[in-house]
């Protein structure tokens, strides 16, 4: 089975942008002609082999296959929100061909049983690559640590308690230490919960004038501050997830300055919206951490295009209407994301913030480094690839996404810019108007 893409401007970050046709061939790259090695050119295009399929890529970006390393599938236990199908099926058509799923599902992904039950099913679904996480600690309690290392043999990538923060320093201090000597990335969801106990969404002017109890900022970036100076003490690596803050991002910077193995990710929502949405879309812009203010916006802009936060994330986080109709307060944190967040990320291209290759960078080779996965356009290497049709205008239309859930605050936004076919190993998992 061949498959050529032809014309497309091939964006493969720090090692090439150009014009170039890509020959997939027993799902590896198999060749790599840029435009103007006319002769090269000519015998890829004259290839008129029988099953040969070609995709015209001209007007169009061809990236690496795209790479969400924060999502919850919900299953096993939440099927009514995600199950690995939907959520597979999501990620297809939102131009992911890899996923990293949370843990905390029901039950909790803490055991190599569970490990083993995402793996079989996505394998059989063989779709996009699932990649679990498992917890930090069982139950993601806060109280014991997992066994790691039959974790990293079952299948897992890395571990956190995402959607629970380690409250306890003394057991992150040995997650960290223990994630070190496995190779295993640490992702740390940051959130002081005495501190942000009982509110719904980020403290200050709009949560004062809807009066719903609010979140300070700070409860974010203390626990910042903290694994930083655990990452300090151990010299293990961590990696936080969502970073929505200024005082985050400002940690996160200083730190990397003086050379602390930190990494950091952010989500669309928090370069998009701020605590205003709340006021205008209730609990479909209710998440944990909360919107923040203008303020955290542009420092999240300032911290995606000075390299502070290394990755895009989505944080899907699925629920139902019944759920999400529950009202401000008392409704679930999260909203979806692997349908719209390309599009929504690139906004940022065009308003400056990143050029295109940084962008693509922060959704493919970056997150692929923290997790030690393959990645990118070269010759032998595995076929997953995003094409993005960088003029592509349309409408969200939540009812029309491969997700289970409808939680989004971005149903009917005029967007433009859209993925139009993933490959997962050379196989196309997503092609507009086909599937
Ligand atoms: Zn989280």
New binding site residues.
């Given amino acids: 089975m061949q498959i050529r893409i032809t014309g497309g401007r091939l964006v493969d970050p720090g090692h090439f942008d150009g014009i170039a046709d890509i020959l997939i061939e027993d799902g590896k790259i198999a060749a790599i002609i840029e435009s103007g090695q006319t002769g090269e050119q000519d015998r890829v295009s004259n290839i008129q082999r029988p099953g040969i399929q070609n995709f015209d890529a001209s007007g169009k970006i061809v990236t690496p296959g795209l790479i969400d390393m924060h999502v919850h599938l919900r299953e096993p236990g939440f099927e009514y929100k995600e199950t690995i199908e939907s959520g597979c099926r999501a990620a297809a058509h939102g131009g992911f061909s890899t996923v990293c799923c949370m843990p905390n599902t029901h039950p909790v992904n803490d055991s190599r049983q569970v490990t083993e039950y995402i793996l079989a099913k996505a394998a059989e679904i063989n779709l996009v690559r699932v990649l679990p996480v498992a917890a930090i600690s069982k139950g993601i309690e806060g109280k014991t640590l997992c066994e790691y290392e039959g974790l990293k043999q079952a299948g897992a990538v890395a571990v956190s308690d ?2 629970n923060p380690v409250m306890n320093s003394r057991l992150m201090r040995s997650a960290l230490e223990r994630a070190k000597d496995l190779n295993l990335p640490a992702i740390s ?1 940051c959130e002081d919960i005495n501190l942000a106990a009982g509110g719904a969404m980020n403290e200050g002017v709009v949560s004062k004038k809807l009066g719903i109890a609010g979140i300070p900022g700070v409860s974010e970036s203390i626990m910042v501050l903290r694994d930083i100076a655990l990452s300090e003490l151990t010299g293990a690596a961590v990696h936080i ?2 970073v929505s803050t200024a005082g985050s991002v400002r940690a996160i910077r200083d730190a990397k300055a003086r050379g602390v193995r930190v990494t950091a990710e952010t989500a669309p929502h928090y370069f998009t919206l701020t605590e205003d949405a709340v006021s205008k879309c209730g609990s479909q812009a209710k998440m ?1 951490p909360p919107l923040g203010t203008e303020n955290d916006r542009m420092a999240i802009c300032e911290g995606l295009s000075d390299g502070t936060i290394d990755v895009i994330a989505t ?1 899907h986080a699925p629920h139902s209407s019944e759920e999400k109709a529950l009202g401000l307060p008392a409704a679930p944190n999260g909203i979806i994301g692997l349908e719209t967040s390309v599009s929504l990320s690139l906004k940022l291209v065009k308003d400056g913030v990143l050029s295109l290759p940084r962008l693509v960078e922060k959704m493919s080779a970056n997150p692929a480094g923290i997790l030690r996965l393959e990645c990118g356009l070269r010759v032998g290497r595995r076929a997953d690839i995003t094409i993005i049709d960088p003029d592509l205008s349309y409408t969200v239309d939540a009812a029309g996404f491969r997700s289970l859930s409808r939680n989004t605050p971005f149903d009917g936004w005029h967007l433009k810019g859209k993925p139009v076919l993933t490959m997962v190993g050379g196989r196309i998992v997503y092609e507009e108007g086909i599937n």
Avoid: K, M, Y
Wanted: no cysteine; glycine share 14%.
């Fill in positions: 995402d959607g969801h997830a969502h944990n944080d």
